[in-house]
């Protein structure tokens, strides 16, 4: 067995991995990492499953030495990756000598970073996964929803060769402006006309009150004209509009129901590039149906 001791962690620095199913009808929400892509480029990278544990680094200020000459890999946005003070790109995987430092300054562009071992890094399963949910004291390495901290030990048993980049043609393009796309809500045509002008014909700022439970856009109010709603299930990446008519897309660790109406969700690509995406960015909401939606998240999947 391998290990990793942390030497520098903050709250926003969680093990994570494709999320908890099956379980909302209890009132427990899915987790996992907020940018699904980066997390599975991470795990091909080792020739992992791309379902399994990875750390999720959020902002920087995370750092790990290893007790043994180690194989790892990393994607997703370049905060200040340092081994011993030289820096590292992501979307490659790179050998850790035994005794150096891997280092996470600061963002550099955009915001989580992930870092796959090989096989995986050991955690026990709560409800069938070991994402982080923090708020309801599940998964992580000990099962209770803890943040990863300074001291602690990260281990795993996997073996591998790999040393290899994801094709520039398939690395997600953390700089792109791409409207994200909104798969239309049942609630849709009880926003006046105006407002659903506003809401996909001008741009919403990424407030700094965000988390993994979700993101608020701060833009012109949109007026509801809908009858009071009774609480519904939500899916990931529900675009609920409060009273005060701002915009909150509802992340990884949201509440599993929900009473404000909703534009509609972000589809998965639209929900991992929102993930990289810091407070203050501006982004714009485009409207698509299921089908196509579907289609292209299909045709994305192919690339692994």
Known sequence: MSRLTIEASTPLCLLQDAGRFGVRHLGVTQGGAADWRSMAWANWLL???????????????????????????LAGADLGAQIDGEAL?????????????????????????????????SAPKVLGSSATVVREALGGLDGFGLPLAKGASLSYQGE????????AEHRPDLRLDAPLDLVLGAQIGQF????????????????????????????????????????????????????????IV????????????????????????????????????????????????IEYLKRF
């Open 160 to 167: 591998t060769l790999l040393v290899r980049e994801v094709p």
């Open 47 to 73: 020739g992992n499953g791309l379902d399994v544990p990875v750390i999720e680094i959020t902002l920087g200020g995370f750092a790990v030495v290893a007790e043994e000459d180690c194989l790892l890999a």
């Open 192 to 247: 006046s006309g105006q407002s659903l002008f506003d809401a996909f014909n001008r741009a919403w700022t990424l407030d700094s009150r965000a988390d993994r439970m979700g993101i608020r856009l701060l833009g012109t109010a949109l007026q509801y004209q809908g009858k009071p709603m009774i609480s519904e299930g939500i899916p990931l990446g529900a675009v609920q509009v409060p009273p005060d008519g701002q915009p």
């Open 89 to 121: 790109a992501p979307w490659h995987s790179f050998k850790l000598r035994k005794g150096q430092t891997l280092k996470f300054t600061q963002p550099v562009l955009g915001a989580r970073a992930y870092v796959a071992a090989p096989g995986g890094f």
């Open 250 to 297: 509802l992340l990884n660790d949201r509440q599993t129901i929900g009473g404000y109406p909703r534009l509609g969700a972000l589809t998965p690509l639209a929900l991992a590039r929102l993930a990289q995406c810091l407070p203050g960015a501006k982004v714009r909401l485009r409207p698509v149906v299921q089908d196509v939606a579907h289609r292209e998240h």
